[in-house]
């Protein structure tokens, strides 16, 4: 089987439970790596989130870049967000995404599973649907994670055409956790970009 893990960074926001719902309705689980500093003021979409077999992912409190961070602002950014999902009351097993995908030493020393990706559509530059999905399509293959972001409303509007793509090129979309799987798992190695 041919799996590719598609992620959304920076929500949850405005955007979210619409996107949560359309993979629901196709029986489709994705990751989300929220900030923490966003979980707060959307309740009900981290719950609906949880409750639709979403994976949740840890994408630091705002968004500062960790490798111009100090070891303890580092060390706060990563528990301030896993304080935050615990106290919305949702498990969040995919991991860390650092901000950027920058990491440094201090980073790799958190000893968390950090989850970076091999394709990039640059979908925050909102090029259309068109081309966001012509651009995933072209540089996916098995095993494959993808980056894009549930807080552009042309990411969302655009997943319908790009869950039809994948599923004609004979790719099944599941979560990073799903995809690594066969590798070994997220704690088989620290650094992720495809299984
Ligand atoms: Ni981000």
Redesign the pocket.
Known sequence: MKCVALTF??GPGRYTATLVNLLKERGLRATFYVQGSNVAGYPGTMRLMAESGMEIGN?SWN?KDFTKLGDDAERWQVGATDEALAKAGVKAEGGVRP?YGAYDASTLALGRPLVLWDVDPLDWKEPGTAALVSRVTSQVKPGSIVVMHDVHKPTVDAMPALLDALAADGFTVVTVSDVVRPCGGLTSRQVHFRC
């Open positions: 960074d920076d994408h968004h901000p």
